[in-house]
């Protein structure tokens, strides 16, 4: 491992490890006026959800790693403390990037980036229409982090009104993780998408007590196969399977597997690990823990 002290880096140089290893970051494209009426519009992937009960939101416009100047949205807020975050989703992300472009306070992004402009019900700045998710918020602190260059500048928004488009909704009115076709910032340049590829499901232990790693058996834990993530799928079960399971599953699935390599058990240890490797990639977690167990049955 290569090691850094942050306070060694130029700033540029741990701009740079910061936002390549901290990734896809949520885009909040912030919608803002100042005293004036002058609609604002910039896009941030300091940006997350921190609380659902009061629903809290905080974005950090940060100060210009190059002279030090803080950004539009940062000195808007402070004069009307209200924005409206908008979601970005594939859709707009050419948009979004153009409206980054560093244009004078009083030019309109809404104009420049080629976004319908909404009124908002509860606060003063406008909704990007094109936005399928669109959050009302009342700045309620501004947390200033610092005077130099690259310092953040901490929003913290509760949110009073959220809008939803009807089409990326489901069957039970929750947004569709599929439908809403989100986009993140990476490092540099690069963006990811949240597509079908890219998607994968992880179910949560919130009701289940998994055996956890200390109670795998020596030779699977230590298996030249599987992987940390194999290992925790199988260390995620609350019991291991009995013997009687494991004798009927190798009579019934393994048998052939058994017939073939009786006589190396080197090569059929690794067959089986291979074999649960795969079961795993299904998720077909008791049938590997089936396969792994009937190598010493």
Known sequence: MLNFDPKELPIPRLHQLLLGAIGPRPIAFASTVDK??????SPFSFFNVFSANPPILIFSPA???RTGATKDTYE?????PEVVIN?????IVQQVSLSSSPYASDVDEFVKAGFTALDSDLIKPKRVGESPVQFECKVIEIKELGTQGGAGNLVICEVVKIHVAEEIMDEKGLI????INLVSRMGGNWYCHANEASMFEVAKPLTTVGIGFDQLPADIKTSVILSG????LLASVEEIPDE????EFKLLELNEIFITLDNDPTKLELTLHEHAKELLSDNKVVEAWLTLLAFNN
């Open 176 to 179: 569709d993780q599929h439908k």
């Open 63 to 65: 100060r210009s790693g």
């Open 87 to 91: 979601i970005v989703n594939m859709d």
């Open 76 to 80: 808007n807020v402070k004069m009307v």
């Open 244 to 247: 009687s399971a494991v004798n």
């Open 229 to 232: 993530n194999d290992l925790a």
């Open 36 to 41: 004036d009426g002058n609609h604002n519009l």
